[in-house]
């Protein structure tokens, strides 16, 4: 069974930083494309990031580049979300997602983990 | 970046009746859609990929079509089980993008 599982989210304050993991297994995790998708409550999905099996293409949200960088360990099948320079508005439940790439659905998704931003 | 509008935002609709969600993408797609359930307390789930291909285990009452810009989703005989918010999104390019949902009931 795939299997996506996230930790690392934490309460922080405006301006700081936090590194997010999510351990995949049940699949070829070298051989798929992993996102991260964020949530709100009450709000729709909004996609993060992507990156390509090799770990050499990334792509972002307007929202989050140049703060947040994703990046994967093929070696240990885990994607890591590090963010820095968080706002209020990145406050959400952080889902990694095995897809988000070659015109693939995010399937599965995690059941995600809390990040919140305030002072 | 290629937006998605769906519609309707919610819908109440008996047992049985046959439900239909629409999305519309701004720029061609060609069949790079995909469906999501997400029922309260959980994260989403695929329901369709590639406009039209159920995902294992999803009831065949799920139904998906279109091609280009326009999308449906229909279920063909509403079950109380199927109560949830339903989201569209692009495959197509980045950045990926999902339509707004559609929040499902029963009457």
């Known amino acids: 069974e795939v299997q996506m599982l996230e930790s690392g989210g934490d309460f922080i304050q405006p301006g700081g930083s936090l590194k997010l993991s999510c351990a995949a297994s049940g699949f070829m995790f070298s051989r798929f494309h992993i996102s991260w998708v964020r949530q709100t409550p009450g709000k729709g999905p909004e996609w993060v990031a992507t990156?390509?099996?090799?770990?050499?293409?990334?792509y972002y949200a307007d929202s989050v580049k140049g703060r947040f960088i994703i990046s994967r360990d093929n070696s240990k099948d885990i994607l890591h979300l590090q963010m820095t320079g968080l706002r209020v508005e990145d406050t959400a439940v952080y889902h990694c997602?095995?897809?988000?790439?070659?015109?693939?659905?995010?399937?599965?998704w995690g059941p995600g983990t809390l990040v919140t931003v305030s002072s | 970046a290629i937006r998605i509008t769906q519609s309707p935002s919610s819908l109440s609709a008996s047992i049985g009746d046959r439900v239909t969600i629409t999305c519309r993408a701004n720029?061609?797609?060609?069949?790079?859609l995909a469906w999501y359930q997400q029922k309260a307390g959980t994260a989403p789930k695929v329901l369709i990929y590639d406009t039209s291909i159920l995902q294992s285990g999803v009831p065949s009452r799920f139904s998906g079509g279109g091609y280009g810009t326009d999308f449906t989703l229909t279920i063909s005989g509403l079950q109380s089980e199927d109560v949830a918010t339903y989201y569209c999104q692009q495959c197509h390019g980045y950045p990926l993008t999902f339509g707004g949902g559609t929040k499902v009931e029963v009457k």
């Open positions: 990156i390509d099996f090799t770990g050499d293409v990334t």
């Open positions: 997602c095995k897809g988000g790439g070659e015109y693939r659905a995010f399937d599965p």
């Open positions: 720029e061609n797609i060609y069949g790079h």
